[in-house]
């Protein structure tokens, strides 16, 4: 279809790190994503090698010039039960600045609301840097991060690497999760 762009692609990571804590360790996050316009659905889940967890999600978005609205829904299974949340979403990238504003809340499922704030710097060729702080309503700064991340080209596919070091000031949690990934 013209106008239509599909895009995905499959990472492994260390962890599940999700709002400062840790949901799993050694998992496959695969992604599908259909755009269109302004317009973003996806497909994607968590699925931890110990087959204790998983999660398969779904999320629209749409785009109107540097703000974009989501809506996602998780379908989470846990000790043979499932659990279905719906969150919204408002983030907020400035044009001229490195700069990314979210906020973050459950309509369905959960009664929580999260925003964060993220400052990233670009090496060209050298990768990324960014830096994280995420804000739970009622616990207060739950994320802290910062993350190194680079990709490798290799003729139609990117290879993605990261690096983080992530605290969570309200837990008292320090992680580390390392991710490589492919992307179509």
């Known amino acids: 279809m ?6 995905g692609g499959a990472d492994i990571s260390s962890a599940y790190l999700w709002r400062g804590e ?8 695969p992604e599908l994503a259909l755009t269109t316009g302004n317009f973003t659905f996806m497909a994607y889940g968590y699925f931890p090698f110990d087959g204790l967890y998983a999660e ?14 989501h809506t996602a829904c998780y379908f989470v299974y846990m000790s043979h039960e499932e659990t279905q949340l719906m969150e919204a979403a408002l983030c907020w990238t400035p044009s001229r600045l ?3 504003l979210r906020w973050f809340t459950f309509f369905h499922g ?3 609301s999260y925003c964060d704030a ?35 080209r290799v003729g139609p596919l990117d290879l993605p690497v990261s690096c983080a070091y992530m605290l969570n000031p309200y837990l008292g949690d320090r992680f580390v999760n390392i991710s490589a990934g492919l992307r179509f």
């Open 110 to 112: 959960d009664d929580s």
């Open 2 to 7: 013209a106008g239509v762009r599909l895009s």
């Open 56 to 69: 398969r999600d779904i999320e629209a978005s749409y785009r109107i010039r540097n703000v974009s609205l």
């Open 98 to 100: 490195p700069f990314r």
């Open 22 to 29: 840790r949901v799993c360790g050694l998992h496959l996050y």
């Open 118 to 152: 993220e400052l990233y710097h670009g090496f060209g060729r050298f990768g990324t840097l960014t830096g994280n702080c995420g804000v739970s309503v009622g616990k207060g700064i739950v994320h802290c991060e910062i993350r190194y991340s680079v990709g490798f």
